[in-house]
């Protein structure tokens, strides 16, 4: 794979325009992120390796129809989740919870709570797993109702009275 | 989007190594989609980094053939995908064949019609028929062998006996021509009586075709049939001054025996060697 500097909606235009080399340069760029946050979101390696295929194919695929209304990260990504929700919809579910409860705050990390959160970071973290795991995946992901009971292997009814709850707590929180 | 705000190496080595609550992963993500300099670092820093093996996967499914229109349908109608391909590589079971097929019985069919009343009425009607029953066979006759199969080779040394791969081929080629045999009956004058003429012999022809697959080549077997049944036609109708003698019932009766005996040799070589070779 051969390094190039073009920004990445000109990588898009390349790859519309069948250059794989392109592709390459994109995988290279965006392949190492999507496999790290979709690892955090699926426990089995070789779930995440087909997803991340899947993704770069659909993005070969869907370059022509690509318009840059948006970051190509979030497009990616966008592909990324959904692919994974739909490769979770034909196997049992492998996800992994949302697991850790126990929060460790080192000094620099806080930094970073203050600047991006505030008092939401500290709501959401109290928050249990099970209520956080649904405002991450319909809120922060972005999935549907339906995207984020497959992702998480929960009923959709499960997730909708979850979402609520979730919501009525930050509410409180945060009052 | 530029921003001047950058998450700290430390913070994105513990989220590559997946060890930072959910809360802050989920910051430093939608600071990630916004910003090369933090995702190099996350890339240099994962501990998983995407293998070679993915992009050579990607790379091997850009590479893979494209499904063509009948291959696509047949996976469609939920045929499996190996018996998808080896259909759709079938020589006769291109559109081109299709298309051959529909022509000759329709401009036969089309005679037939043309010529109802007049005195070569019962020629076309005799050609028809005859067309009619020997379009499976040379169907059967393309679908499979040296020099007609593009995939004869690959066929050849696939662990998969060559005369299963016949018969998948054959069943299909059949009904094909069945179908469109029908249709183009449908312009026949009566054709109520005319589908029932051709149907036994080519049901005959077919299956004599395949039973005797096992001696010689498809295509060899296939021409002997197909002579055979020329001869049959032609004699029956000289000999006894009808020319549609072939199609009466004592001749039917005689396929229907032609059906029941080329059955019994087949399912005794399927049964033979079923179990023998992985299939």
Redesign the interface.
């Known amino acids: 794979m051969t390094v190039r500097d073009d920004g990445d909606d000109a990588l898009i235009t390349a790859v519309a325009g069948g250059d794989r080399e392109a592709l390459a340069e994109l995988y290279r760029r965006h392949a190492p992120w999507l496999v790290v946050r979709l690892s955090r979101r699926c426990a089995d390696p070789g779930l995440v390796e087909e997803v991340v295929q899947d993704t770069f194919l659909a993005v070969w695929r869907g370059a022509p129809r690509y318009r840059a209304t948006g970051e190509v990260p979030a497009w990616i990504w966008g592909i990324g989740i959904r692919r994974l929700v739909s490769r979770l919809r034909q196997r049992p579910a492998v996800f992994r919870w949302w697991r850790r409860d126990d929060v460790m705050v080192s000094a620099e990390d806080e930094v970073l709570i203050g600047v991006e959160h505030g008092d939401l970071g500290a709501a959401l973290n109290n928050l249990s797993p099970e209520l956080r795991a649904v405002v991450q995946a319909t809120v922060l992901d972005g999935l549907t109702t339906k995207e984020a009971a497959t992702l998480l292997g929960i009923p959709q009814g499960t997730v909708k009275t979850r979402a609520a709850r979730a919501r009525r707590e930050l509410r409180e929180a945060l009052a | 989007?530029t921003t001047t705000?950058h998450?700290?190496p430390?913070?994105i080595a513990?989220?590559?190594a997946?060890?930072?609550?959910?809360?802050?992963?989920?910051?430093?993500?939608?600071?990630?989609?916004?910003c090369?300099r933090c995702?190099q670092i996350?890339?240099s820093t994962?501990p998983?980094?995407?293998?070679d093996?993915?992009?050579r996967?990607?790379?091997r499914?850009?590479d893979a053939p494209h499904a063509g229109l009948v291959e696509r349908s047949l996976l469609h109608l939920g045929v499996r995908e190996h018996i998808a391909r080896l259909l759709a590589a079938t020589p006769s079971l291109r559109l081109s064949w299709f298309f051959a097929e529909a022509l000759a019985l329709g401009s036969a069919a089309v005679a037939a019609t043309r010529t109802a009343g007049t005195d070569m009425a019962v020629p076309t009607l005799f050609l028809f028929l005859v067309l009619a029953a020997l379009t499976p066979v040379a169907g059967v006759a393309a679908a499979f062998g040296p020099g007609i199969d593009p995939a004869y080779e690959i066929g050849v040394a696939a662990p998969m006996r060559g005369d299963r791969l016949l018969f998948i081929r054959a069943a299909a080629v059949l009904s094909t021509s069945l179908v469109i045999a029908s249709v183009a009956s449908l312009a026949l004058p009566g054709f109520d009586r005319s589908i029932a003429l051709w149907l036994l012999p080519a049901l005959g022809l077919t299956l004599a075709t395949l039973a005797l697959a096992a001696w010689m080549r498809p295509i060899v077997a296939a021409c002997a049939v197909g002579l055979a049944w020329l001869l049959i036609a032609a004699i029956g109708s000289v000999a006894t001054a009808d020319p549609l003698a072939a199609f009466h019932l004592v001749a039917q009766l005689a396929y229907a025996g032609v059906i029941a005996g080329s059955s019994l040799v087949l399912i005794r070589r399927y049964a033979a060697t079923e179990g023998r070779i992985p299939s």
Do not use: C, K, N, Q
């Open positions: 989007m705000w998450a700290d430390a913070l513990s989220y590559a997946d060890d930072l609550d959910d809360v802050r992963a989920s910051s430093l993500e939608a600071h990630l989609l916004s090369d995702r996350l890339a994962a998983r980094d995407p293998s093996a993915t992009w996967g990607i790379e499914a850009l």
